[in-house]
């Protein structure tokens, strides 16, 4: 059950991203012609049946899938999967040189050191990035990788309920960016560093990367849930009325005067979410500060410092005029996320209405699915290997 990237071959292949607030479906198709996006759907995840990434009803979660396995009349099919939440380790760790079987036997003990939760309730995994060229000892480079078994295994229930084989459970991050590297339109020069915001439901985790490398990863507490709950307070009503509201007619502004223009709920609204804006956003200036920390250390090698620009996914990037202001309050370039744009990846067979408003969200679940194509292998050059 792989944590790390690592690629099969199969000529369709289906990425599932099963969040707190909805269940994502991308199956891909690869042909002579490429890769196309085959078909793509989601459905709402039953009412707390995903708490911190672990799912607590697997049952549930299972008739959901089905049910949209059904509506979107794909057959049963091997799938991977994605995990994320604020308890998933995923660090870059210098480590004595040794071979990768004395590192097999090892990483259980190096996990100790980088992870808050037991290792022996934990899957744990590793990449070697770089060892030294020579005999004579010295600091290799790790990628070390570590996620709660629960986690894990609640995935993997879940999906072998619903009468899926499962080919592998991936950590977000690295399926986020798949999906951005495999979409030309998505790429910019080499020496390039990208930050992908993906807003959630419960959490906002960021992935910095350069070039096709990863960098870091963080979670923050603060995504659609909270700025749901900010609009259900300020103009009290329910939850099910102030999602609408969120995702129907809300505007981000940047001003009073553009404020005004917006009938009174919804002015309420975009006011009442506005100081969690600015929080998230101080959140990812605190993130960017410590890449540049990092890039400054002597371990950390040459290159240019500082995130180029910035790329938002989620439910939340949905929001009409965000990425305005979040480039506005950064002075970094924000988009919003679409790896079926002006991309290698085509879309074919999937609703454009459906395609152009739910793009932002189905980046995880297009990473996942091309894990399991062959044209990327050599393009991306990933390897993954496992933990003993």
């Known amino acids: 059950m792989g944590l790390l990237p690592k690629l099969a071959q199969n000529n369709t292949s289906i990425g599932l991203d099963i969040g707190s607030s909805a269940i994502k479906l991308v199956q891909l198709q690869e042909s002579k012609n490429g890769i196309a996006l085959h ?32 509506a979107l009349q794909v057959e049963k099919a091997t799938v991977a999967a994605g995990i994320a939440g604020p308890t998933v380790v995923v660090r870059e760790v210098p480590l004595p040189s040794m071979s990768d079987r004395q590192l097999r036997k090892s990483i259980q003990w190096e996990a100790r050191n980088y992870i808050s939760f037991p290792v022996e309730d934990s899957v744990v995994e590793f990449q070697v990035l770089d060892r030294p060229t020579t005999d004579e000892g010295g600091q290799m480079r790790v990628m070390l990788v570590a996620a709660p078994r629960d986690m894990v295994d609640s995935q993997v229930e879940a999906i072998e309920l619903a009468g899926l084989d499962l080919a592998a459970v991936e950590i977000q991050p690295f399926a986020s960016m798949r999906g951005i590297l495999a979409g030309n339109g998505q790429l910019q020069g080499s020496g390039d560093t990208t930050a992908v915001l993906g807003i959630g439901a419960t959490y906002t985790e960021i992935t910095i990367m350069k070039d096709d490398q990863f960098v870091l990863t963080r979670m923050i507490p603060i995504a659609g849930d909270a700025f749901t709950e900010a609009i259900k307070n300020a103009l009290d009503i329910d939850t099910e009325q102030a999602n609408q509201l969120k995702e129907t007619t809300m505007q981000v502004v940047s001003s009073e005067e553009e404020r005004a223009t917006l009938d009174p709920a919804t002015q309420q609204a975009s006011r009442s979410i506005e ?8 959140e990812v200036r605190r993130s960017l500060a410590y890449h540049d920390y990092q890039q400054q250390s002597p371990d950390a090698g040459s290159g240019e410092l500082g995130v180029n620009r910035i790329l938002l996914s989620g439910g939340s990037a949905k929001l009409p005029r965000v990425s305005e ?64």
């Open 39 to 70: 078909k793509a759907g989601s459905a709402p995840t039953p009412r707390e049946a995903v708490k911190g990434g672990v799912v607590v009803d697997p049952l549930a979660v299972a008739k959901a899938v089905q049910s949209l396995l059904e």
């Open 275 to 282: 100081p969690l804006l600015d929080e998230l956003i101080r």
């Open 325 to 388: 202001y979040f480039q506005a309050q950064l002075g970094v370039p924000v988009e919003v996320v679409n790896v079926f744009g002006a991309s290698d990846l085509r879309a074919q067979g999937v609703n454009q209405d459906y395609l152009q408003s739910h793009a932002p969200v189905l980046l995880v679940g297009t990473g996942l699915a091309l894990r399991e194509t062959r044209s990327l292998k050599q393009r991306l050059g990933e390897t993954g290997e496992k933990a003993s």
